[in-house]
């Protein structure tokens, strides 16, 4: 368990805390490139951070995020109009370029060099890798996007959905490092069914308590969980956790799948859910399973990306399901996440929960996350927000005799990480 002043160390990323600062270190995705579609298309409002930002794309293409109150009178920029390399404030007709300069102050005078003191908060975006990302740190501190191999892959190879999670960044991510979890909130009763085919199968029944093991690395950590099989082999499920909050979540075939959780403001997280093949584009079938079950694209109402499946119809619960075909009534992985993480609250009390051998990756998430906002606090700066090339990794799902995980990794070292030569 944490203390109070440890949770909300933890779970408060607003402008000035130590783990807003260290976010603001990482460029996040805001955005799917789907809701800026075309140049000089409509602004898009969107939170991050806590801070009410306009995205918006403009005449050549180029993306920008601004504040979304205009330094003149505070009108909301969502309102303005999208033309001519920049965004115009409809209430006096200000307009900021995608830097933030005021390249128009038409109620001025001509003579008038006001416009030349004037700048919108602006942040860089970017749009790459099937995503449009965001960058609110130091200037000077600007680094390299991160190489996640998600982007480095053609956009036929991926699938990218988006949702809106009523809770903390931190649960959500909790959830995904928890592979205890998987043998009862994922569970159904019948072994063909789609929850089961990216599985091997039984080992998640014959042994529900997985001894985990982890290595702090120079981009967050990596854990295994240990299941022990009928013929006294190993199941080893590797995970991987990319600061600040992505994970790669094993299976033993390509596709692989993952979410990233970016915080919205303390209470609501947008969540990134994706899947991607380096080898091969993807197949239609498995991008449409992938986003009944365990994706997020089809489940959300467009537009807000509030899932249909929410705590006001109790995620479409079904009691006689629950009886006879799942563990949970809850259809799809995703759904069966959230109702667990948003019935803890907005931000879960981590003062009165009592952590077993099972929560070593929840543990280990929590440490390095606030001892990397601690060290920032100090003047350092976190090694990977600066050098994108350590997020080149992958996961590992294998059946294996050996029984240490650090000998596990040097077995299978170069399958866990991208080819530098190709992504594939």
Same mark, same amino acid.
């Given at each position: #368990?944490?203390?109070?002043? /440890?949770?909300?160390?933890?779970?408060?990323?607003?402008?000035?805390?130590?783990?807003?600062?260290?976010?603001?270190?990482?460029?996040?995705?805001?955005?799917?490139?789907?809701?800026?579609?075309?140049?000089?298309?409509?602004?898009?409002?969107?939170?991050?951070?806590?801070?009410?930002?306009?995205?918006?794309?403009?005449?050549?293409?180029?993306?920008?995020?601004?504040?979304?109150?205009?330094?003149?009178?505070? !009108?909301?920029?969502?309102?303005?109009?999208?033309?001519?390399?920049?965004?115009?404030?409809?209430?006096?007709?200000?307009?900021?370029?995608?830097?933030?300069?005021?390249?128009? #102050?038409?109620?001025?005078?001509?003579?008038?060099?006001?416009?030349?003191?004037?700048?919108?908060? !602006?942040?860089?975006?970017?749009?790459?890798?099937?995503?449009?990302?965001?960058? #609110?740190?130091?200037?000077?501190?600007?680094?390299?996007?991160?190489?996640?191999?998600?982007?480095?892959?053609?956009?036929?190879?991926?699938?990218?959905?988006?949702?809106?999670?009523?809770?903390?960044?931190?649960?959500?991510?909790?959830?995904?490092?928890?592979?205890?979890?998987?043998?009862?909130?994922?569970?159904?009763?019948?072994?063909?069914?789609?929850?089961?085919?990216?599985?091997?199968?039984?080992?998640?029944?014959?042994?529900?308590?997985?001894?985990?093991?982890?290595?702090?690395?120079?981009?967050?950590?990596?854990?295994?969980?240990?299941? =022990?099989?009928?013929?006294?082999?190993?199941?080893?499920?590797?995970?991987?956790?990319?600061?600040?909050?992505?994970?790669?979540?094993?299976?033993?075939?390509?596709?692989?799948?993952?979410?990233?959780?970016?915080?919205? /403001?303390?209470?609501?997280?947008?969540?990134?859910?994706?899947?991607?093949?380096?080898?091969?584009?993807?197949?239609?079938?498995?991008?449409?399973?992938?986003?009944?079950?365990?994706?997020?694209?089809?489940?959300?109402?467009?537009? =807000?990306?509030?899932?249909?499946?929410?705590?006001?119809?109790?995620?479409?619960?079904?009691?006689?399901?629950?009886?006879?075909?799942?563990?949970?009534?809850?259809?799809?992985?995703? !759904?069966?996440?959230?109702?667990?993480?948003?019935?803890?609250?907005?931000?879960?009390?981590?003062?009165?929960?009592?952590?077993?051998?099972?929560?070593?990756?929840?543990?280990?998430?929590?440490?390095?996350?606030?001892?990397?906002?601690?060290?920032?606090?100090?003047?350092?700066?976190?090694? !990977?927000? =600066?050098?994108?090339?350590?997020?080149?990794?992958?996961?590992?799902?294998?059946?294996?005799?050996?029984?240490?995980?650090?000998?596990?990794?040097?077995?299978?070292?170069?399958? #866990?990480?991208?080819?530098?030569?190709?992504?594939?």
């Amino acid at each position: #368990m944490l203390t109070q002043q /440890d949770n909300d160390f933890l779970t408060q990323v607003g402008h000035g805390t130590p783990m807003g600062e260290l976010w603001r270190r990482f460029w996040l995705p805001a955005l799917l490139p789907a809701e800026l579609p075309d140049p000089d298309c409509p602004p898009v409002r969107h939170q991050l951070l806590g801070e009410n930002l306009v995205l918006f794309r403009d005449t050549t293409g180029r993306v920008g995020a601004i504040a979304d109150s205009c330094p003149h009178r505070g !009108a909301s920029l969502f309102f303005g109009r999208n033309e001519e390399d920049g965004l115009r404030c409809v209430y006096h007709g200000w307009k900021f370029d995608t830097s933030g300069t005021c390249v128009d #102050m038409p109620n001025e005078p001509a003579e008038s060099n006001f416009k030349h003191k004037i700048r919108a908060t !602006a942040y860089p975006a970017r749009d790459w890798g099937g995503l449009i990302w965001v960058y #609110m740190g130091p200037p000077q501190l600007e680094p390299a996007l991160p190489q996640i191999e998600l982007c480095l892959v053609p956009d036929s190879h991926r699938y990218i959905g988006k949702a809106l999670h009523e809770n903390n960044f931190a649960q959500g991510i909790e959830g995904d490092i928890d592979s205890a979890h998987v043998s009862f909130l994922h569970r159904t009763f019948d072994p063909s069914a789609e929850a089961n085919q990216a599985r091997r199968g039984t080992e998640f029944y014959e042994d529900l308590a997985p001894r985990l093991t982890f290595k702090e690395t120079d981009y967050g950590f990596v854990y295994g969980a240990r299941r =022990t099989r009928t013929d006294g082999s190993y199941y080893w499920r590797v995970t991987q956790t990319l600061l600040p909050t992505w994970t790669l979540i094993p299976g033993p075939t390509w596709p692989c799948s993952g979410h990233a959780y970016i915080p919205m /403001d303390d209470h609501h997280t947008w969540v990134f859910g994706y899947t991607f093949n380096p080898k091969q584009p993807l197949d239609p079938q498995h991008v449409e399973n992938f986003k009944r079950g365990g994706g997020l694209a089809a489940q959300v109402h467009p537009g =807000t990306f509030k899932p249909v499946l929410n705590k006001e119809n109790d995620y479409g619960i079904d009691r006689d399901v629950q009886r006879t075909r799942t563990y949970t009534g809850i259809f799809g992985g995703n !759904a069966q996440d959230r109702a667990i993480v948003e019935s803890m609250g907005y931000v879960l009390d981590r003062t009165v929960e009592h952590l077993g051998t099972s929560d070593i990756a929840v543990i280990t998430f929590r440490r390095i996350l606030m001892k990397l906002a601690q060290q920032l606090q100090k003047g350092v700066e976190p090694y !990977a927000a =600066t050098h994108g090339d350590v997020y080149r990794v992958r996961r590992l799902d294998v059946v294996d005799p050996e029984a240490e995980f650090g000998m596990l990794l040097g077995k299978h070292a170069e399958v #866990m990480h991208v080819p530098s030569a190709s992504p594939a």
